[in-house]
């Protein structure tokens, strides 16, 4: 059994999208049934489709994850922040 890493498979979804799963089985040189479960897998779990081996996708983030996952989300916003009062700030100082 051959295996395919998470960027072949991405693509090869998108693929199969613009021409179809048995054209894009064929040029691609893989089973049709592969690619059809890649493409229900795609579905059923968007970016966590293809999470590798030994990896659950619905494993239980660590404290480490969350707290890094908030302090993105608290940068992201701080961010956000500082854009607008930089346009703000640029937009009074052409006056």
Same mark, same amino acid.
């Given at each position: 059994m051959r295996k395919y890493d998470k960027e072949f498979k991405e693509e090869s979804v998108k693929l199969s999208d613009e021409i179809g799963v048995k054209r894009a089985a064929a040029q691609l040189g893989i089973p049709y049934y592969s690619l059809a479960e890649w493409r229900q897998k795609q579905k059923a779990f968007g970016d966590h489709a293809f999470v590798g081996s030994g990896i659950r996708r619905d494993a239980p983030l660590s404290e480490n994850e969350r707290r890094l996952i908030k302090? =993105?989300?608290? %940068?992201?916003?701080? =961010?956000?922040? %500082?854009k607008d009062a930089l346009f703000f700030f640029a937009k009074d100082r052409k006056r």
């Open positions: 302090e =993105n989300a608290e %940068l992201r916003k701080a =961010n956000e922040i %500082l």
